[in-house]
């Protein structure tokens, strides 16, 4: 995200936050620079976690999941802190996303669906607010049959099915050699949402080892009102799913 939009958006989050008795979703931004890329546990004890849904070589029967880990920094599974992929706004260091290669279900072409993820629990101050998520993104070795996406969603944890409330995404597939930069997504939180479990991350589902690697940066998450958030998206400091390409040299 632009200074100039993260920026606004604390700016506006802070001018109209709800008391923090009331309110439970914090900001969270990252650019992966002050992270320890050598550290497996890094992107971990930043709040990064991962789990992977299972399903069939059709995609269409669920067969099991596996939910919720710490994120590793590096190895064969998930995500990892890598470096020199930055263009001029991304800096030295990236996360980059793939798919978990540590499970075996490759071999005999089940697609797994892999997630890293952060998530926070919704209070009663946060209802009428529209959570923002924005990030830059670039394609890394993704192939085959391998789909990605960036994700912002409600589940249901008071009832305990965690089944969808509220999801929106964004396809990270083919974005390309250069950074896309300020890819934006917006949720609106429902009133009867109270309790319930917001999750914001990036997916890729691949089969047969198929690459999937997906680089991504400059990571912002804020709960503002609505009216600031229309004020947002009306003078182009955001809009949901809007990319702005720069030509810029991986």
Not at 100 to 126: K, L, M, P, S
Not at 138 to 154: E, P, S
Request: aromatic share 12%; hydrophobic share 45%.
């Amino acid at each position: 995200m632009s200074i100039r939009k993260l920026q606004a958006l604390a700016v506006v989050a802070c001018l109209f936050a709800a008391p923090t008795s009331w309110a439970a979703l914090t900001s969270y931004s990252q650019d992966f620079e002050g992270l320890n890329q050598a550290d497996p546990g890094a992107l971990g004890a930043d709040g990064w976690l991962v789990g992977a849904n299972v399903f069939d070589s059709t995609g269409n029967t669920f067969l099991y999941n596996y939910f919720s880990f710490p994120a590793p920094n590096g190895g064969a599974g998930f995500s990892g802190i890598d470096i020199g992929q930055g263009g001029t706004n991304q800096g030295a260091q990236q996360m980059v996303v793939y798919n978990d290669y540590n499970n075996a279900d490759h071999n005999v072409g089940n697609r797994i669906q892999a997630n890293v993820f952060q998530e926070q629990v919704i209070g009663a101050g946060d209802l009428g607010f529209t959570s923002i998520f924005s990030f830059d993104a670039k394609q890394g070795n993704i192939g085959g049959d391998t789909t990605a996406l960036a994700f912002l969603k409600v589940l249901d944890l008071v009832g305990g099915s965690f089944a969808v409330l509220g999801e929106v995404t964004v396809d990270t597939t083919a974005l390309g050699a250069n950074w896309v930069e300020d890819i934006t997504l917006s949720l609106a939180i429902d009133g009867g949402w109270e309790g319930q479990l917001l999750q914001f991350g990036f997916q890729n589902t691949a089969s047969n080892f198929d690459d999937s690697g997906v680089f991504y940066d400059n990571i912002n998450v804020a709960a503002v009102p609505v009216p600031a958030a229309v004020w947002l998206f009306g003078s182009g400091l955001g809009l949901l799913g809007w990319m702005r390409r720069r030509a810029q040299q991986s």
